[in-house]
T-cell receptor
Framework: KAGVTQTPRYLIKTRGQQVTLSCSPISGHRSVSWYQQTPGQGLQFLFEYFSETQRNKGNFPGRFSGRQFSNSRSEMNVSTLELGDSALYLC????????????FGNGTRLTVT | SQKIEQNSEALNIQEGKTATLTCNYTNYSPAYLQWYRQDPGRGPVFLLLIRENEKEKRKERLKVTFDTTLKQSLFHITASQPADSATYLCALDITSGTYKYIFGTGTRLKVLA
């Protein structure tokens, strides 16, 4: 079974630009979650989508948004990039039921200059 | 607010010894707790899940305990090997609020040969 695929692997953007990250979950997984990982804050939950609906949301500004398609693939968008948005963005898929573990991709490393 | 603390940022131990990592949490009563392993440049990988009514869970050389009174989980790696060197993260399920999972900041384990 193929794992979670995130593209692109690396991105360099300039302040003020916007960026879209993509995530393909494990086949059969209907839940996709997004996390931001930085050295100082660790893994911070952004949001979770289940069957195309946002089911949970973390404490991030509205510049961070996402969506999920009917095939469970998900995209995350960050608008008006700030230097502080530089981070590793991780996507995780799961069955979306209670206790189901998260299966992470290897992330997209975003650098904002 | 929810808070998860993992003991020390880094832990060095000699090969063959037992590594013990700690996860303490406050202000919540999770239904279950998970442990993940993360290698540099890669996403976290699920290791073990323990439910609130389970005191202990084992998987090969790994053992997890969960004390809901102390609000603490201990993660043990017996007969540690250099290949066990990684960052270990604990995660709480928090489905009653806006978050799905909250992760600790992780403990970086280094097993010395």
């Amino acid at each position: 079974k193929a794992g979670v695929t995130q593209t692109p692997r690396y991105l360099i953007k300039t302040r003020g630009q916007q960026v879209t990250l993509s995530c393909s979950p494990i086949s059969g997984h209907r839940s996709v979650s997004w996390y931001q990982q930085t050295p100082g804050q660790g893994l911070q939950f952004l949001f979770e989508y289940f069957s195309e609906t946002q089911r949970n949301k973390g404490n991030f500004p509205g510049r961070f948004s996402g969506r999920q398609f009917s095939n469970s693939r998900s995209e995350m968008n960050v608008s008006t990039l700030e230097l502080g948005d530089s981070a590793l963005y991780l996507c995780a898929s799961s069955l979306g039921t209670e206790n189901s573990p998260l299966h992470f991709g290897n992330g997209t490393r975003l650098t904002v200059t | 607010s929810q808070k998860i603390e993992q003991n020390s940022e880094a832990l060095n131990i000699q090969e063959g010894k037992t590594a013990t990592l700690t996860c303490n949490y406050t202000n919540y009563s999770p239904a279950y707790l998970q442990w993940y392993r993360q290698d540099p440049g890669r996403g976290p990988v699920f290791l073990l899940l323990i439910r609130e009514n389970e005191k202990e869970k084992r998987k090969e050389r790994l053992k997890v305990t969960f004390d809901t009174t102390l609000k603490q989980s201990l993660f043990h790696i017996t007969a540690s090997q250099p290949a066990d060197s990684a960052t270990y993260l604990c995660a709480l399920d928090i489905t009653s609020g806006t978050y799905k999972y909250i992760f600790g900041t992780g403990t970086r384990l280094k097993v010395l040969a």
